[in-house]
């Protein structure tokens, strides 16, 4: 067992958000990233998709997201299901001040941009 402190170290920011690394490959996990994701209201992130299911479950505020021609907001509370390799667009919706969520998904997974080029994600390694 390991218990696992956030620290600043181990947080990016990014103009869009900030992306905290809680159980991921570096602190030990050998399956599973984890990481708390903070965004200010009216921010979004760019359209890529992302190699790994994922699941974002919204502890404040409100998130919304776009994915296969859908739009859905979910709230404190409910969870959202992305599936691998589809793009998506989350933002924090307008005027609903600023979204908080942790985020899994399996090990080892990239970001895909529109132009087809592949991101790594620190938060999540």
Known sequence: MKVITPSPDRTVTTPNAAMESLATP?????????????????????????????????????????????????????????PPGVPRRLAAAEGAGAVEALVAMEAGGVAVTEDGQRHPLPWAE
Do not use: C, F, K, Y
Not at 42 to 71: F, N
């Open 26 to 82: 570096s602190q030990g996990s050998t399956a599973l990233s984890t990481w708390r994701v903070r965004m200010e209201a009216g921010r979004s992130g760019p359209v890529h998709a992302i190699d790994r299911e994922q699941v974002w479950l919204v502890v404040a505020g409100s998130l919304t997201v776009t994915s296969d021609g859908r739009t859905e907001t979910a709230a404190a509370g409910q969870a959202v299901l992305l």
